[in-house]
């Protein structure tokens, strides 16, 4: 976690308040918001603060990509998507020899908006990918009636996950973690959601895909 981790975020959201007609959502059952691109300028930006400051943290040796954008959490609850009432990790990556790390920045002012909590399942892999197989292919009425769940944001722990921490938002704060993580938006009060950026939930999403660092035993392998 990173506290005022930009000199003028100011900038930052007057570069998407200036674009906010140019916001767009996600696929259904993706993001539960609306996003836009990030000025390249800006992405150089967080690009090398992750490189100098956070990837010896984590299992980042060198970064081999990076996806950057503003986004904003804007459903109801009504309008949410089985796969959205839970927890998530980041999409997976094809090749093993890299890591997921992602990032989330906070630039809005009103904490009440939500900040981010991290879960560990409490079933099996076989359940829970069950889980989010049924989420992903049966209507909203179907999986309530399997599991109990009911359309909402995920904030707090229930029978399949247990949530381990919550990171508050704070402006100009910088949470940086694995996307192994489950991990999901604390957006405890939806009806304060806004598609605004000037006042909404806007933060800055980035996702680094990296060469994983070297065991002792790699290094001193030969190559």
């Not at 009432?85 to 908006?113: E, G």
């Amino acid at each position: 976690m990173v506290d005022d981790i930009l000199q003028s975020p100011e900038q930052w959201v007057r570069y998407a308040v200036e674009r906010g007609a140019q916001f767009v959502s996600a696929l259904p059952g993706g993001y539960p918001g609306v996003s836009l691109a990030l000025d390249p300028r800006a992405a150089c930006v967080m690009r090398e603060f992750f490189a100098c400051h956070i990837r010896r943290y984590l299992d980042a040796r060198r970064t081999e990509q990076m996806v950057c954008r503003y986004s904003m959490v804007t459903l109801t609850p009504e309008e949410l998507r089985p796969p959205q009432w839970m927890c998530h990790q980041d999409p997976p990556i094809d090749d093993p020899n890299l890591s997921r790390v992602a990032c989330v920045l906070y630039l809005f002012h009103d904490a009440s908006l939500g900040g981010t909590s991290f879960y560990e399942a409490t079933r099996s892999v076989a359940e829970i990918s069950q889980l989010f197989a049924d989420a992903a292919g049966m209507t909203a009425a179907q999986f309530t009636e399997r599991y109990g769940i009911q359309p909402s944001y995920h904030c707090d722990s229930n029978a399949y996950f247990r949530r381990t921490a919550t990171v508050p938002a704070r402006w100009n704060r910088a949470v940086f973690y694995s996307g192994e993580l489950l991990h999901s938006g604390q957006i405890t009060s939806p009806e304060r959601l806004t598609a605004d950026p000037a006042t909404g939930r806007l933060t800055v999403n980035l996702f680094f895909a990296c060469r994983r660092n070297l065991s002792a035993a790699d290094s001193h392998s030969p190559r």
